[in-house]
């Protein structure tokens, strides 16, 4: 299993651009997340899917939409790239256990992000 | 509110010396969930342990122990006989039942392990 793969590993984008990171995972979570990591704050969750077509904000939503038209797939998008979103983003899926528990994040490798 | 205070930035060790991470977590839920996560300089993030609040006891595994107490809101994770691998950001991390596994993180801490 390849678990979670995000695309592209870096990317360096212009003010004003747009683009989309792309994340998979092959687990069949129900459960996957976007966060950002900035120095000195952790990670901050921008979004997250409850499922195939539900999709919700999390702390930092701004600037950011997501979808998620399968179980498979939760792509973010930028939609007009400020410098402010320069950061590492990392994907996560997870799911409740057979006894309703959450289970640990599983996360993907990263995309470092730089806006210029 | 829900918060994790991970108050030790940098920590920086001698090789074969124990430390422990401090993890201090606010929350009001009764069911919650805590982890702990290293992130090695490669960048990944790698998962170390899941704590059910309704489960106190305390993990050790190899040279990994985790101090879980409610009645002081922590969960520390203690690192024995450290060594160099070990060298890394740790982030603790907190999220409650119901919550769709939305995880809070702390600001995590930065270890060094030294030669």
């Known amino acids: 299993n390849a678990g979670v793969t995000q695309t592209p590993k870096f990317q360096v984008l212009k003010t004003g651009q747009s683009m989309t990171l792309q994340c998979a995972q092959d687990m069949n979570h129900e459960y996957m997340s976007w966060y950002r990591q900035d120095p000195g704050m952790g990670l901050r969750l921008i979004h997250y899917?409850?499922?195939?077509?539900?999709?919700d904000q999390g702390e930092v939503p701004n600037g950011y939409n997501v979808s998620r038209s399968t179980t498979e797939d939760f792509p973010l998008r930028l939609l007009s790239a400020a410098p402010s979103q320069t950061s590492v983003y990392f994907c996560a899926s997870s799911y409740l256990d057979r006894q309703g528990m959450n289970t640990e994040a599983f996360f993907g490798q990263g995309t470092r992000l730089t806006v210029v | 509110a829900q918060k994790v205070t991970q108050a030790q930035t940098e920590i920086s060790v001698v090789e074969k010396e124990d430390v422990t991470l401090d993890c201090v977590y606010e929350?009001?839920?009764?069911?919650?969930?805590l982890f702990w996560y290293k992130q090695p300089p490669s960048g990944e993030l790698v998962f170390l342990i899941r704590r059910n609040s309704f489960d106190e006891q305390n993990e050790i595994s190899g040279r990994y122990s985790w101090n879980f107490q409610k009645s002081t809101s922590s969960f520390n994770f203690t690192i024995t006989a450290s060594q160099v691998v070990d060298s890394a950001v740790y982030f603790c991390?907190?999220?409650?039942?119901?919550?769709?596994?939305?995880?809070?993180f702390g600001a995590g801490t930065r270890l060094a392990v030294h030669p």
């Open positions: 991390a907190l999220t409650f039942s119901g919550g769709y596994n939305k995880l809070i």
């Open positions: 929350t009001r839920d009764t069911t919650y969930y």
């Open positions: 899917s409850v499922g195939a077509g539900i999709t």
